[in-house]
């Protein structure tokens, strides 16, 4: 391995532990309820297919009904080509892509519309709260907390707001003191 080789692996490796709560945008997100869901195959445009998960199942041309609850997009992937490719496609290619997230994030304290808010791929912090219609003018930004289940219990997390949000994390923004 060459010295900048190194020098990259070193950094990812720092950041991952600098920054645990970034570990959600690197697993994969388990399919469930509510979800839609975008399915293409490759070279065969007329399998294109927009699906909402109802009942853990989702409905595909040809295949008919397939279970996704709590699968990644790539169990799905594999599940669908090995269907597809049982006597209706050679070596098909499939696609699935998350066009809504069924997950919410919590949005509350000094923000303008507290609530519930979708989960989508990349949200931040800043985001979840311009979500909720910004801070409001008593706000204590730099205060801002996250309230995390793990397999451990709920923890609090003291927020940056480039930090990504999990599912079902809520955000509090505290007021301020002055």
């Known amino acids: 391995m060459k010295w900048h080789q190194a020098v990259v692996v070193g950094i990812l490796l720092a950041a991952a532990v600098v920054h645990p709560q970034a570990a959600w945008a690197q697993q994969e997100y388990a399919i469930g309820e509510g979800d839609l869901l975008k399915i293409t195959v490759y070279d065969n445009a007329d399998l294109t297919t927009e699906a909402r998960v109802n009942d853990g199942k989702i409905t595909f041309p040809l295949i008919g009904e397939v279970y996704v609850n709590d699968l990644t997009v790539s169990e799905i992937e594999k599940i669908m080509s090995v269907r597809l490719a049982d006597g209706y ?90």
């Open 89 to 178: 496609l050679k070596q098909p290619q499939v696609s699935v892509f998350i066009l809504e997230f069924k997950k919410t994030v919590y949005v509350n304290g000094e923000v303008r519309n507290p609530g519930s808010y979708k989960l989508t791929k990349g949200l931040t912090v800043l985001k979840a709260i311009t979500l909720a219609g910004g801070l409001t003018s008593k706000a204590a930004e730099g205060r801002t907390k996250i309230i995390r289940k793990t397999d451990k219990g709920e923890v609090t997390i003291k927020a940056k707001l480039d930090d990504l949000v999990e599912p079902d994390d809520i955000i509090t923004v505290p007021e301020s003191w002055f």
